[in-house]
């Protein structure tokens, strides 16, 4: 499979917890927080809301190609990703996902 593109992102300082993130086109330049509920300051974004954002808006796009390649017309889209982090007793970490996604326009 021929590469379509590759976005570079650099993550600078101490990474989630006040580190600073940077697309090398410059449209990406955030700040990163701890999320206050994870006992961190809040106040910028978090790994996990990237993420979710990425992976939502990418799947969005699919599902809108999919549905045109169809000849099906959507009147509104919507998807809400919610990124979760998993810790356990050993210390490893996880991440899970739910896509929750609204298509207007189609039946159930």
């Not at 509104?76 to 609204?102: C, R």
Request: proline letters at 2%; glycine letters at 16%.
């Amino acid at each position: 499979m021929a590469v379509s593109y590759t976005g570079i992102v650099t993550v600078t300082g101490e990474g989630r917890n006040g580190g600073r993130a940077q697309a090398d086109d410059g449209h990406l330049d955030t700040t990163l927080a701890i999320p206050k509920q994870l006992g961190g300051a809040g106040g910028a974004t978090n790994p996990e809301q990237l993420f979710a954002a990425g992976w939502g808006s990418c799947f969005l796009g699919a599902v809108r190609r999919a549905a045109a390649e169809r000849k099906i017309r959507l009147t509104s889209t919507a998807i809400t990703a919610e990124v979760t982090l998993h810790h356990g007793d050993d210390g490893e970490f996880g991440l899970s996902a739910v896509l929750n996604l609204e298509l207007g326009g189609v039946d159930q």
